[in-house]
């Protein structure tokens, strides 16, 4: 049986663990893996409890969390949200005082390559699994300092892989399974702020980083996966990629399109956060973005923007595999363009031709 949000391993482990099974005692050799597993796991538990702990003892975290990013108690604890103290082994004394060695820190992505701690002074925010074991841990600096990154993340580890985790999926399966509705937003404030805003079928992926696995994921939650990434020159580059990456695997998508002006939705949300419902419930089907956005931005008055637009628009209808759906759309091109749709049928053909000699000539 696989749990939600977990792969075939994940699975495995957590069945293992509420069956009270040591699976070291069936694993090939000596089962070192599987031990280290086990005590990255704990660590990253009495991590989280340790973050936690420091946010109330430090003043500037607790302020900055309640009043700047206005996340409330029940938001705190249900995201286990905390602070990573300034110095710089704060957390190595603690756990180590707890019998952990610096190389299990290490497996844990808790220690940094001197020996210390990775992250410090910043908003920490763990990592879940689909059940809600800690994997992970992502840190928000809170005192402006050019010199180091805004977001700092637990690195690969033996428990996080950036490529299958989707931040806030413990929290919003229900919502999902109910709604059969999963968007997917870029940043995990984002989600936070959805959640507390009642809005809880809301994840997200590593920044903008969208896999195949991340898609397939969802798709076995959802019948109807939306995108509401940020409104700049990155959140659209990332859309159309994952709308290409969603074609290759055959999963549908719609996207969110923020108000202008509007940075992200956690922006939104602050402002209204019926603005953001009234946003995921107008989502367009991706092709239909598509071809909006670029009708948008060429001259169709002229021939070469008409085959600028057109090759775009043709390369996503290229990708739908319904015939019906497919002569939809030229007709959309068409009537944009004023272009005959044997004319677009010729160039969608000539452009498979010359795409699959391309791939043979890879090979």
Do not use: C
């Not at 940094?112 to 879940?128: C, I, P, Q």
């Not at 989600?191 to 809880?200: E, L, P, R, T």
């Amino acid at each position: 049986m696989m749990v939600e949000g977990m792969d075939f391993r994940q699975s495995l482990e957590h069945l293992a663990r509420k069956a009270g099974v040591d699976l070291t005692l069936f694993s090939s050799g000596d089962g070192r893996t599987a031990k280290r597993r086990a005590r990255a796991r704990e660590a990253l538990k009495l991590a989280a409890n340790f973050y936690q702990q420091n946010l109330v003892k430090n003043s500037l975290a607790l302020n900055y969390v309640v009043k700047k990013r206005r996340l409330n108690r029940q938001t705190i604890g249900d995201f286990l949200i905390g602070y990573a103290p300034e110095n710089g082994d704060t957390l190595t004394k603690a756990l180590e005082k707890r019998g952990f060695s610096r190389q299990e820190l290490a497996d844990a992505g808790l220690s940094n390559r001197f020996g210390g701690d990775l992250f410090r002074g910043r908003m920490m925010v763990a990592l879940s699994d689909g059940n809600g074991e800690v994997v992970g841990f992502t840190g928000r600096i809170i005192r402006d300092d050019p010199r180091a990154p805004k977001y700092l993340n637990t690195p690969q580890t033996l428990l996080f892989d950036k490529s299958r985790h989707i931040f806030g999926l413990h929290q919003a399966k229900e919502a999902i399974r109910k709604s059969d509705v999963a968007v997917i937003v870029e940043g995990n404030l984002d989600v936070i702020s959805s959640h507390q805003a009642g809005v809880k079928n809301v994840v997200a992926t590593s920044g903008t980083a969208m896999t195949t696995q991340h898609l397939k994921s969802l798709s076995r939650l959802a019948g109807r996966i939306r995108l509401a990434f940020d409104g700049d020159r990155a959140g659209v580059n990332a859309t159309e990629r994952a709308i290409n990456l969603a074609q290759e695997v055959g999963v549908e998508l719609e996207v969110v399109s923020l108000p202008d002006g509007v940075k992200d939705p956690d922006e939104l949300i602050q402002k209204d956060p019926a603005l953001w419902q009234a946003a995921i419930d107008q989502s367009q089907p991706a092709v239909d973005w598509v071809i909006d956005r670029y009708a948008e931005m060429e001259n169709l008055k002229s021939a070469e923007g008409k085959r600028r637009f057109s090759t775009i628009a043709l390369r996503i209808v290229r990708g739908l595999k319904d015939p019906v759906e497919q002569e939809h759309y030229l007709s959309v091109i068409s009537e944009k363009t004023g272009a005959s749709i044997t004319a677009l049928k010729a160039k969608l053909s000539n452009e498979k031709v010359t795409e699959h000699q391309l791939k043979k000539g890879k090979n």
